[in-house]
């Protein structure tokens, strides 16, 4: 393998993580909009339907056109795609309140 090929490979690879991680923003970007505007909507259960065959249609194709048949492009791009994951969830945790627990409203019920 000679260094053009090499640099090409990992450029590759750079780039289906990267696709991964718009991929799995968008995924879970969506579904976090979906739950905080499914309330307002008069029927939440096909809101929540509709927002997922969609989120999973663009999720599935992405993976699809991203992997091009190569399994390391496939995992790199799932990679990238638990990063947002974790990046969504922390960006919309809800904000902590004076004693550092979460603010009234985002509590579970007892």
């Keep these: 393998m000679n260094k053009g090929t090499a640099m090409r490979e990992a450029l590759t690879l750079t780039s289906?993580?990267?696709?991964?991680?718009?991929?799995?923003?968008?995924?879970?970007?969506?579904l976090w909009w979906t739950v905080r505007t499914y309330a307002s909507s008069?029927?939440?259960?096909?809101?929540?339907a509709g927002s997922l065959l969609l989120r999973m249609g663009i999720?599935?194709?992405?993976f699809y056109f991203?992997?091009?048949?190569?399994?390391?492009?496939?995992?790199?791009?799932?990679?990238?795609?638990?990063?947002?994951?974790?990046?969504?969830t922390w960006a919309t945790r809800p904000s902590a309140g004076p004693e550092g627990r979460p603010a009234q409203g985002a509590s579970h019920a007892p």
Aim: with cysteine; charged share 10%; aromatic share 14%.
């Design 59 to 62: 999720a599935l194709g992405g």
């Design 16 to 30: 289906a993580w990267l696709a991964g991680a718009v991929l799995g923003t968008v995924f879970f970007a969506g």
């Design 66 to 88: 991203v992997s091009a048949g190569d399994w390391k492009r496939l995992v790199l791009c799932l990679a990238g795609f638990v990063m947002a994951r974790v990046t969504v």
């Design 42 to 48: 008069g029927r939440p259960a096909l809101w929540f």
